[in-house]
């Protein structure tokens, strides 16, 4: 299957700084990336949906100034955490739909967790 | 409005035996459908996929699925589980530019 490329896997910041979360499409052109957080032994919440080329889309509740989602290549997209706090400690997993396959499955990165001391 | 209902938060069951995780879905059209399975503190993997075709799919790791329009259903099933199925289950369905999650069903298997 397509590979998508998630960095960092891990990360620890200070509260106020910012964080910067990376998912690179290996082998395929992602249309569209997903960015999911997930809480412990929680499911994954859909945070927002970004085509390539467009603004992202935000889920109800998501402050998109906090979390800046830049979609600026078919293999590229970023997750920027501005001025974190410790609630934002969290699991931030990618996904990217395109074209390999054509069959809209989601190939997903390995994941990044997140801590906000 | 879409939604994804997975009804069982825990399931445990004895090695040996059969499984199923049930799916419900509430969603405009017939959508794609997907089950992922993830072990701790790692990523998702696909167990498998039904987008058309033969209802019933098969899937890694001796999973399959039967896609049932009339029930919006979409359940997981495995005749026999081994120790090394205990993860958590995800059903997901969607289309392009949207994909839902359920809250997933943590699978224990006992010796």
């Known amino acids: 299957g397509a590979v998508v490329s998630q960095h960092p896997s891990r990360v620890i910041c200070k509260s106020g700084t910012s964080v910067k979360i990376e998912c690179r499409s290996l082998d395929f052109q992602a249309t569209t990336m997903f960015w999911y957080r997930q809480f412990p032994k929680k499911s994954l919440m859909l945070m927002a949906t970004s085509n390539e080329g467009s603004k992202a889309t935000y889920e109800q509740g998501v402050e998109k100034d906090k979390f800046l989602i830049n979609h600026a290549s078919l293999t590229l997209s970023t997750l920027t955490v501005t001025s974190a706090h410790p609630e934002d400690s969290s699991f931030y997993i990618c996904a990217g739909q395109g074209s390999y396959a054509n069959t809209g499955e989601l190939f997903f990165g390995e994941g990044s967790r997140l801590t906000v001391l | 409005a879409q939604s994804v209902t997975q009804p069982d938060i825990h399931i445990t069951v004895s090695e040996g035996a059969s499984l199923e995780l049930r799916c419900n879905y509430s969603y405009g059209a017939t959508p794609y459908l997907f089950w992922y399975v993830q072990s701790p503190g790692q990523g998702l993997q696909l167990l498998l996929k039904?987008?058309?075709?033969?209802?019933l799919v098969q899937g890694i790791k001796g999973f399959e699925a039967e896609f049932k329009r009339s029930q919006s259903s979409f359940n997981l099933r495995k005749p026999s589980v081994h120790w090394s199925d205990a993860a958590e289950y995800f059903c997901a369905v969607g289309a392009d530019n949207d994909m839902r999650f359920g809250a997933g069903t943590r699978l224990t298997v006992k010796p």
């Open positions: 039904y987008f058309s075709g033969d209802t």
